[in-house]
């Protein structure tokens, strides 16, 4: 199985509201990441997981909550977010998080901020 | 400041033809990683290829080949024979293995827009 799950696929939300992102990969691999991309823009990090401990935040704010419940699980959770959060939300993972590691994403969650 | 630099932003081509990208990228490290990844309208990077910093040796893959020349830090990657399947957001990354600031991450150029019209 060589897949990276997102879901939901879809997301509306209002500035309010609380959410959260999910991603799965059963590769047994131990980095992972959030990644947001703007329209027309390349992927920008956000937070890196390496053996189910954050080892890089982008400087993301606070509004922004990653976690990882377990190797296979990546979460993100949403609140309070701004109209301009509005991205295409993509996860990774790779076998360690050396450099040489290539990176397999997902489909990513569309989310817009309302 | 930016490390990988695709000065082309999209390319359009008629099927059949071929079609070059052109990554360049910049770096202090002696041991670096380059990489390839395809984004078509779905939204899923695909990664196609790495190449390291010591590996100069090009590659094809396919209708797909790739010309890393380090004394020109590039990285070019050339589509043979396009078909519409080809029309992606395609981007050059760069990994390096030595820098505290940018070790684990990957940094993307701009991307290309391929689009191959029948």
């Known amino acids: 199985d060589t897949e990276v799950t997102q879901t939901p696929k879809h997301l509306v939300m209002g500035m309010t509201n609380k959410k959260s992102l999910k991603c799965e990969q059963h590769m047994g691999h131990r980095a992972m990441y959030w990644y947001k991309q703007k329209a027309k823009k390349p992927p920008e990090l956000m937070f890196v997981?390496?053996?189910?401990?954050?080892?890089i935040n982008e400087s993301v704010p606070s509004r922004f909550s990653p976690e990882c419940p377990n190797s296979s699980l990546l979460n993100l959770h949403l609140h309070a977010l701004q109209p301009e959060d509005s991205a295409l939300y993509l996860c990774a993972s790779s076998q360690d998080g050396e450099a040489y590691n290539e990176q397999f994403f997902g489909p990513g969650t569309r989310l817009t901020v309302l | 400041a930016q490390k990988v630099t695709q000065a082309q932003t999209e390319i359009s081509v008629v099927e059949k033809e071929d079609v070059t990208l052109d990554c360049v990228y910049e770096?202090?490290?002696?041991?670096?990683?380059l990489f390839w990844y395809k984004q078509p309208p779905s939204g899923e990077l695909v990664f196609l290829i790495r190449r390291n910093s010591f590996d100069e040796q090009n590659e094809i893959s396919g209708r797909y080949s790739w010309n890393f020349q380090k004394s020109t830090s590039s990285f070019n990657f050339t589509i043979t024979a396009s078909q519409v399947v080809d029309s992606a957001v395609y981007f050059c990354a760069l990994s390096e293995a030595e820098s505290t600031d940018s070790w684990g991450k990957l940094q993307f150029g701009a991307g290309t827009q391929v689009v191959v019209t029948p």
């Open positions: 997981y390496s053996y189910e401990k954050l080892s």
């Open positions: 770096t202090r490290d002696t041991t670096y990683y």
